[in-house]
C-alpha cells in the first residue's frame, strides 16, 4: 500500500535533499520574483551547504516528505519571535511536481503545525510568489492567508 509521509530530516537525507533542493531551484525561476526572493529571503542556494547548516542547528525544523518511502518533499522551517513569542517561519517547502496531489505536502505541514503546537508557538508564517496559485491554495487550506505583500519597482 502506497502512503505520504513525512518526518525530521536525517544525516543520510543529504542526496535526496540536494536533488529535491536542486529542482527547486529550477521550477521556481518559472514565477514572478524568483529572482528578488533568491536575493532577500531565499535561503544558500548550494544545496549541500545548506543541508550540513541546518539539519542538526535547533533554529530550524527540517522535515522530509515522502510517497511510498522515497524522498519528493522538504519543507525548511525557522524558529522566529514574532509578537514576542516562538513562531515558525516556512523558509521554503516543496514537493516534485509528479507527487504534488498525492497529500505529501499535507503531511510535512501537519508535521510542522504538530511541532509547533507542542512548543506553544503562536503562529505559522511563510511566502509565496505572485503567480503561484498552488501554494497559495495549499497555505490558504492552513488558514496561512496573505499579510504583507512585497512591492518592488526596478531602477
Known amino acids: 500500500m502506497m ?13 535526496d535533499f540536494s536533488r529535491l533542493h536542486k529542482m527547486s531551484r529550477v521550477e521556481i525561476q518559472e514565477h514572478k ?5 533568491q536575493k532577500t529571503t531565499a535561503l544558500s542556494a548550494n544545496s ?7 539539519i542538526d542547528h535547533q ?12 524522498p519528493c518533499g522538504f519543507m525548511i522551517a525557522q524558529w522566529v ?28 505541514m501537519d ?3 504538530n511541532t509547533a503546537e507542542k512548543s506553544s508557538a503562536v503562529s505559522i508564517v511563510s511566502r509565496a510568489l505572485p ?18 505583500i512585497t512591492v518592488e519597482r526596478k531602477l
Open 59 to 70: 533554529e530550524f525544523v527540517f522535515i522530509i516528505g515522502a510517497y511510498d518511502n522515497c
Open 81 to 108: 519571535s514574532i509578537y514576542d513569542n516562538m513562531s515558525l517561519d516556512i523558509k521554503e517547502v516543496f514537493v516534485d511536481s509528479k507527487m504534488r496531489s498525492v497529500g505529501v505536502g499535507e503531511a510535512m
Open 111 to 113: 508535521l510542522l503545525i
Open 131 to 148: 503567480g503561484d496559485r498552488q501554494l497559495k491554495n495549499f497555505f490558504e487550506r492552513y488558514k496561512v492567508t496573505a499579510r504583507v
Open 3 to 15: 502512503f505520504e509521509s513525512a518526518r525530521i530530516a536525517e544525516q543520510n537525507d543529504k542526496e
Open 48 to 54: 549541500e551547504s545548506l543541508f550540513s547548516e541546518i
Open 33 to 37: 520574483g524568483a529572482d528578488l526572493w
